[in-house]
């Protein structure tokens, strides 16, 4: 049956090579999309992004309860002080060792909130640190959101026209593969399958264009000459004269 093809059923065929191939690099275009590369890789930032700036936040509480915590002690002795400095000036302890252990307490108490006041400043520094390392985590995840929506948009965009011309051309590879003998089509597909993704190929100026080998002049003549389905002898695949 395939010996019965003529020349026109066989364009037909190139026809049908076009779409696929146009079918083909559709398919390979939407799975490889830079963009959609891109979307991924900002993506993987903005989770990082976030995990830095719940870690930088848990610091910046942390550095603040510390804070907190120095400022009490800091009125705790502050208190401690003015009860003690008051006995001490009022007159009312007049024992001599005992005034001396009341100023002994106080000069203590006076150290005491020294220290306490070096680690507040400290601490406060620490604090400033925190902020601004939030800061700019929260407009780094921010910068990163919105690269995130946009390509995220775009990626839509392209995958919704590559999807329409994926449609287009999957119409028209049906209609045509409808006109052509079913024993061809499968022919076609078996050599198209084990072929790269091309199973039929045009004769141009004596070379077969699916291995680009040129035929010799008596295998040219000889195609030429013969109707019906014809293979290229270097390459097997449907060779449309
Ligand atoms: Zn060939």
């Known amino acids: 049956m395939l010996k019965d ?3 026109a059923v066989l364009t037909r065929l190139l026809d049908l090579q076009a779409e696929d191939s146009a079918i083909s690099r559709l398919q390979l275009r939407r799975a490889s999309l830079p963009e959609a590369q891109r979307l991924a890789e900002v ?8 995990s830095d700036l719940d870690i930088a936040t848990k610091q ?38 005992e005034l001396g252990a009341l100023q002994a307490e106080v000069e203590m108490l006076k150290r005491k909130r020294s ?5 507040l ?28 929506e946009q390509l995220s948009a775009t990626v839509d965009a392209l995958i919704s026209d590559i999807d329409a011309q ?20 499968r022919l076609y597909e ?27 002049a008596k295998e040219v003549e000889r195609l030429r000459a013969a109707g019906g389905v014809q293979r290229c002898d270097n390459c097997r695949r449907i060779l449309v004269v």
């Open 115 to 119: 220290t306490a006041e070096d680690s």
């Open 190 to 216: 078996q050599v198209r399958d084990a072929k790269g993704g091309v199973g039929a190929a045009a004769l141009v100026g004596g070379a077969c264009q699916g291995c680009h080998t040129q035929l010799a």
């Open 121 to 148: 400043l400290e601490v406060m520094v620490q604090r400033d640190d925190a902020v601004e390392t939030m800061q700019r985590l929260a407009s780094e995840r921010e910068g990163a959101a919105s690269q995130a």
């Open 43 to 50: 993506k993987d930032l903005l989770d990082e992004l976030e």
């Open 5 to 7: 093809v003529d020349r």
């Open 166 to 185: 994926l449609g287009s051309h999957q119409e028209a590879r049906q209609g045509i593969s409808a006109e052509l003998p079913e024993d061809l089509v």
């Open 60 to 97: 910046a509480d942390e550095i603040a309860r510390e804070q907190a915590r120095i400022e009490g002690e800091i009125s705790l002795v502050e208190a401690k002080t003015g009860k003690e400095e008051k006995r001490l000036f009022s007159g009312a302890v007049a024992n001599p060792r």
